[in-house]
């Protein structure tokens, strides 16, 4: 297994996307562009949604034009076709789609219902396939719905082989309401790479239950090596109740680090960003090993 842990950083979109504070599009601007200097691989700068769903993600298409481009992938998020048609127009390196693993989140996430969801996630999964455009595709409360409870562990591995027979270039599962274990993390990533193999497999996790990074750990055991994270543990779905902030970059690095993984991540440069974030939010932002990180730093330099 590959001793390299790839982080996807969704601090500007999954992070900002449910604050309750004004955000402009320069703001935006100036968080990515701290973000980008962390020397993360993959940077999600938005989504291109309808503004009135998610006031905070308006403008996504200015923003994609006016970025810096280098070393890190561009991603973003789309809710359909159209959505898939505005990023490509736009440059956008990676495209992800979400689909919730239960009906009623399709119906108050995109006003779908689930069969609808995945009919259209198969039909942009087939043309970025044709078009060699690369696609994260996402289940959603992949362990527990707000809606309807616990979610069956079969139903998601065989809507998973369902969306890998088009060959996405990574199926994410996501735990969106933090409800998952460690336990059941294992269980559910080890049968999917069986089936898949680890390479086009990834997670995302929520901490709202302060098992965030167990469940990282849980899914690194079983051999996944892509994850996404947001700085300073900034998050949170407009439509989800109960989810809160995705797990803290910061306390991922630190965590893979401290195992033994290489994640490539500056950290100094991270830190900076957290502190960009709190001052866009107004309000201090941070993982759980965020003052420790700092205060090594500020010996370091010292």
Not at 209 to 216: D, E, H, S, T
Request: glycine content about 8%.
């Amino acid at each position: 297994m590959s001793d390299f842990v790839s982080i996807k950083e969704v601090a500007a979109r999954d992070g900002l996307q449910a604050q309750s504070v004004e955000i402009t599009l320069e703001q935006r601007r100036r968080l990515i562009e701290a973000l980008i200097e962390t020397n993360v691989p993959e940077l999600e700068i938005g989504s291109f949604v309808s503004p009135t769903a998610v006031p905070q993600m308006a403008g996504t298409d200015i923003l994609a034009r006016t970025l810096p481009h280098g070393h890190t992938k561009y991603s973003a998020l789309v809710p359909n076709m159209k959505g898939y048609e505005l990023a490509r127009r736009e440059g956008i390196d990676q495209i992800a789609i979400v689909l919730s693993a239960t009906e009623q989140m399709n119906q108050n996430n995109i006003r779908k219902s689930l069969a609808d969801t995945f009919a259209m996630a198969g039909d942009v999964l087939a043309r970025a396939r044709d078009e060699r455009v690369e696609i994260h595709a996402y289940i959603a409360v992949a362990f527990e719905c707000p809606y309807e409870g616990k979610v069956s562990p079969s139903f998601v591995i065989d809507r998973a082989a369902e969306l890998m027979s088009n060959e996405p270039g990574r199926l994410v599962i996501a735990d969106t309401i933090g409800a998952a274990n460690p336990r059941e993390v294992k269980s559910m990533m080890a049968e999917l790479i069986t089936q898949h193999g680890a390479y086009r497999l990834g997670c995302h996790f929520h901490d709202t239950r302060a098992m965030g990074l167990a469940n990282v750990f849980a899914a690194l055991d079983a051999g996944i090596r892509h994850f996404d994270s947001s700085a300073g543990g900034l998050g949170g779905c407009p439509f989800a109740p109960g989810a809160r902030g995705n797990v803290a970059t910061e306390d991922v690095v630190l965590l893979c680090e401290s195992a033994g993984f290489s994640t490539g991540i500056n950290v100094k440069a991270l830190l900076a960003s957290v502190e960009c974030l709190t001052q866009i939010i107004g309000l201090p932002q941070g993982g759980r090993s965020h003052s420790w990180l700092s205060d090594n730093w500020r010996k370091i330099a010292n």
